[in-house]
């Protein structure tokens, strides 16, 4: 990596203490105009906490004064979506904007639909995924659902950051590239 490295760190939140069944996805990257190198990736479970409050501290733990830039998915509440939610998924956005404002960290929100281009398939067909006993991969780790989008959220952002450079897969020669028609 350049002496411009830059320390990003992406962000697939799930608020949703209260049934248990929240998982955040993370994804920390060493990003320039050359590559990325993911150097950390992590799922934060709701089961593993007493308390919300506990819960969402876990993510802002994860928010350092030196990464560079945070990205977030978003959440959008559409019409006849979640009508009988608590919303918890929001209000974890909110905190973790908040904590991202106070370390002096800039944060980018980027909607669910932004990653379609990236989907598993052309991932896969572009050697940044590989698929091995049903089971997705990066870099010989095994990467979950929240993971996987969280890793999608840092190539969006890469692509609208550098264009259409590479992107490299860790211990690789060869670069790969991101064209616009993906």
């Given at each position: 990596?350049s002496?411009?490295?830059?320390?990003?760190?992406?962000?697939?939140?799930?608020?949703?203490?209260?049934d248990?069944?929240?998982?955040?996805?993370?994804?920390?990257?060493?990003?320039?105009?050359?590559?990325?190198k993911?150097?950390?990736?992590?799922?934060?479970?709701?089961?593993?906490?007493?308390?919300?409050?506990?819960?969402w501290e876990?993510h802002?733990?994860?928010?350092?004064?030196?990464?560079?830039?945070?990205?977030?998915?978003?959440?959008?509440?559409?019409?006849?979506?979640?009508?009988?939610?608590?919303?918890?998924?929001?209000?974890?956005?909110?905190?973790l904007?908040?904590?991202?404002?106070?370390?002096?960290?800039?944060m980018?929100?980027?909607?669910?639909?932004?990653?379609h281009?990236?989907?598993?398939?052309?991932?896969i067909?572009?050697g940044?995924?590989?698929?091995r006993?049903?089971?997705?991969?990066?870099d010989?780790?095994?990467?979950n659902?929240?993971?996987?989008?969280?890793?999608?959220?840092l190539?969006?952002?890469?692509?609208?950051?550098?264009g259409?450079?590479?992107?490299?897969?860790?211990n690789?020669?060869?670069?790969?590239?991101?064209s616009?028609?993906?």
């Amino acid at each position: 990596m350049s002496k411009n490295t830059k320390l990003v760190l992406s962000i697939d939140p799930s608020g949703n203490w209260l049934d248990g069944k929240g998982k955040t996805g993370l994804v920390l990257a060493e990003v320039d105009e050359e590559g990325f190198k993911v150097i950390l990736k992590e799922t934060i479970r709701a089961k593993d906490y007493d308390s919300h409050l506990d819960y969402w501290e876990a993510h802002m733990d994860c928010l350092d004064p030196g990464l560079d830039k945070v990205i977030v998915e978003d959440f959008i509440l559409y019409p006849n979506n979640k009508m009988w939610s608590y919303l918890e998924t929001p209000r974890l956005i909110g905190v973790l904007q908040m904590h991202a404002h106070l370390l002096d960290i800039p944060m980018e929100l980027q909607r669910a639909t932004e990653i379609h281009m990236f989907n598993d398939e052309v991932l896969i067909s572009k050697g940044i995924l590989e698929k091995r006993r049903g089971r997705y991969w990066h870099d010989n780790r095994i990467y979950n659902d929240h993971e996987r989008s969280a890793l999608k959220h840092l190539l969006r952002w890469y692509k609208k950051e550098y264009g259409n450079g590479p992107i490299q897969k860790k211990n690789q020669s060869e670069a790969v590239r991101v064209s616009p028609d993906t």
